[in-house]
């Protein structure tokens, strides 16, 4: 099992910035792509980015320019910086990763527990 443990969401003014981390623990192989999803009231999970084990990124159209996503593979952490923030990135901020565990080396997704961001107008 792995286990996906984000910080870092808050309440910030419009035009603010945060900083989300997800760092992931646990019977780790290998980590693969990890990933960045937001979910709002009343709304279907989306995307947000995504980053590969080597390093390449992608993002949802309405993030690109003002998020960035990172990861330090030393210490199976995921970023996600999030600038010029406005009402409407509102919502729980999810991370996930594709991972293969050592436990008969299965490979599945796992999910963090999400990590509110509210941005006040």
């Known amino acids: 099992q792995v286990q996906l443990v984000e910080s870092g969401g808050g309440l910030v003014q419009a035009g603010g910035s945060l900083r989300l981390s997800c760092i992931a623990s646990?019977?780790?192989?290998?980590?693969?792509?990890m990933g960045w999803h937001r979910q709002a009231p009343g709304k279907q999970r989306e995307l947000v980015a995504t980053?590969?084990?080597?390093?390449?990124?992608n993002y949802a159209g309405s993030v690109k320019g003002r998020f960035t996503i990172s990861r330090d593979n030393a210490k199976n952490t995921v970023y996600l910086q999030m600038n010029s923030l406005k009402p409407e990135d509102t919502a729980a901020y999810y991370c996930?990763?594709?991972?293969?565990?050592?436990?008969?080396?299965?490979?599945?997704?796992?999910w963090g527990q999400g990590t509110q961001v509210t941005v006040s107008s």
């Open positions: 646990g019977s780790i192989f290998t980590l693969n792509t």
């Open positions: 980053i590969t084990t080597g390093g390449s990124t």
């Open positions: 996930n990763v594709d991972a293969v565990t050592t436990a008969y080396y299965s490979r599945n997704t796992y």
